[in-house]
């Protein structure tokens, strides 16, 4: 058998073993207590990772896209003003979702590997009669960082409902979602929260929950809509069983078994390993000269870099000589730019080793590409 | 450690070792050459499975309802009329699902444990100016089998396009998806096709593909929209890297595993073997004085029952104690009538060893009730 490589990609990431083992076993009923224990305890354990206590809690099977959409649907009604701060790819396509269900889109676009600045946004806000603002934590085609906090305090202060795209940020960079105020926190299981493809998570703070609730029209989306799946997000809370669609028994073992492994590190801990471990990558690729998308300390992000091909390389072929060091790394993903620059993930279970590993791996690239 | 029961729930069902141990591996890369390879050939496989050689395939991250969804979504624009024959809770869902479209929808609903006519389905479709009919191949409520060729042929006649339900048929039932005209055939992952929950899965005709591609309207739901799917599937056909939302690697790899199988045991074999295993069970039922829900013998499905408490029990210490004796069945779904009657899952690896095993602990629940 073929040694396997390292999968350092912005997810699916590696995984722990503690999940493959919770995942593999034989499937049990969606109704049996057991699962019905698990399922709860993960909504419960959702709520302390995500820092958000009385928020509402959903995982439902589908991609990180769903989970925007989730968070969309369920929130624009036909003409509602919303406003996307837009980092990348993900923040383009949220502005495409959230027009699909009506909404009046204004994006505020900030250069490549830049964010945008907080008086425009501001200024933005003020001016306009919004209803929401969606940002992307990291957004995993460019690695620039955003800052919720701020952010929050925003949508606090103008009264909209925030909607974080924190699909390559949850239980990897610091969020504190209730006290700073943000209203939606989304993920995707495959990024740092650590379980194999297939879920989408989310947290919902009570105010956004009370404003969906006297909505006008139907939510546009019939499989996405919280009407359909609040009663069984309460039901498995309240550990009694209940049926919308099924849910992804082995997928939900998984989550259980990682959301248990995040919180024994302690959230402090694990966003002090994540900032370690960027910072040791980072260091490593400037000292082979290369550079970074995100063009400012701050930007940079702790789950992922984005990193510029050394002049006059073929891209392609370095990516396959990273590989052939024994490191699976991404391509770029902005369509302007995606011939340009390559991307590593470093979340979840990454430590030091596969740091130096990876930057190994990389020089390996440069001396023989 | 307790022993394991025996599941035989309409899905969840009891998987191949084979499948678990495909799904069992350090998640791959989603652009991976062989999970490209392995994605590739479950998207061929299922055309061979639904036997509908020119078919469009999906693959997508989420439940049954969702793969409903995909269908209901991508070909109704708001006021197109849609007829809905409904054998139980799966029609009535669906009638609400392409109503959030925007469909008119007619019901024509069967009295419990009957089907509709097919001259009265006629009747409406000559008098009305339909686009699309969908029907359930199998309630998973009533386990009411409706007969798809019949009804295909009717979407022939009179030019509209026929959306079969078959979560709780496909790979158990018959369907020769392409001679009898049937334009969509759905099914999630945790049925017949023997992989745990997480999937939705669907074959397209070119017709419908072709009807899709003309809409005037833009798809109401964001996360279906085959727009965004459609050139996902095409690349890993031709294996070729693509990237919407991060396909459910670990469970793909099960569907590929569980596919093969299905494959090689042969589908008219399959049929056979669940019409042998579902008159097992039924004559067993039977012998026992029992009553099924389907009131006559073409509308048995061979991938479930649905059974008639006895009289005077109580329906959830009835399950409890067949439970008692070593297996897992389901209560009642339809919301009149779940507390008088149970279901029984007998599809994908079952053999007479469970169905027995099934007969005994009925038996022993009747004799301890």
Redesign the interface.
């Known amino acids: 058998m073929e040694t ?1 490589k390292l ?1 350092m ?1 912005p ?2 990431i ?2 722990e073993p503690e999940v ?1 083992e919770a ?2 076993v ?7 207590p057991d699962f019905i224990e698990s399922f709860g305890r993960s909504l419960e354990m959702m709520k302390e990772v995500w820092q958000c206590p009385n928020g509402q809690a959903f995982i439902i ?6 989970a925007m ?1 989730l968070a ?2 369920n929130l624009i009604e036909p003409g509602d003003k919303a406003l996307v701060i837009s980092t990348g790819y993900f923040g383009e396509r949220y502005a ?2 959230l027009k ?2 009506g909404a009046e889109v204004v994006i505020l676009r900030a250069p490549v590997g830049m964010a945008v600045p907080l008086d425009i946004i501001e200024n933005e806000l003020a001016g306009g009669d919004y209803k929401l603002m969606t940002f992307t934590h990291v957004d995993t085609s460019t690695a620039v960082l955003n800052h919720p906090e701020q952010l929050g305090a925003l949508g606090i202060k103008y009264d909209i409902l925030t909607v974080l795209d924190g699909v390559c940020s949850v239980a990897a960079e610091e969020i504190r979602q209730e006290e700073w105020g943000i209203d939606v926190d989304l993920t ?1 299981s ?1 990024k740092a929260i650590g379980v ?3 879920l989408a998570l989310l947290l919902v703070s009570q105010k956004a929950m009370k404003i969906w609730e006297k909505r006008d029209t ?8 919280w009407t ?1 799946w609040l009663p069984i997000m309460n039901a498995y809370e309240a550990r009694k069983p209940s ?9 939900i073992l998984g989550l259980e078994a990682s959301l248990k492994i995040i919180l024994e590190e302690g959230l402090v801990n694990r966003f002090q390993r994540h900032q370690d471990m960027s910072s040791l990558f980072r260091s490593g690729i400037e000292g082979m000269g290369l550079k970074m998308i995100p063009r400012h300390m701050n930007l940079y992000a702790n789950t992922l870099s984005a990193i510029f091909y050394p002049d006059g390389i073929n891209g392609g072929k370095f990516i396959s000589k990273i590989n052939e060091a024994g490191v ?1 790394v ?1 391509g770029g ?1 902005l369509p302007d730019l995606k011939s340009k620059y390559f991307r590593v993930g470093h979340m979840g279970r990454v430590n030091a080793d596969d740091i130096q590993i990876t930057l190994k791996a990389i020089e390996y690239a440069i001396g023989n590409g």
């Open positions: 396997r999968l990609i997810g699916p590696e995984f493959y995942m593999n034989p499937t049990k009923s969606h109704v049996a099977a589908g991609t990180g896209t769903l959409d969309g649907a495409d979702l699909r269900y995707a495959q194999p493809p297939g139907p939510v546009g989306n019939y499989y996405a809509d359909n049926y919308f669609g099924t849910p992804a028994v082995n997928l699976i991404a993903l």
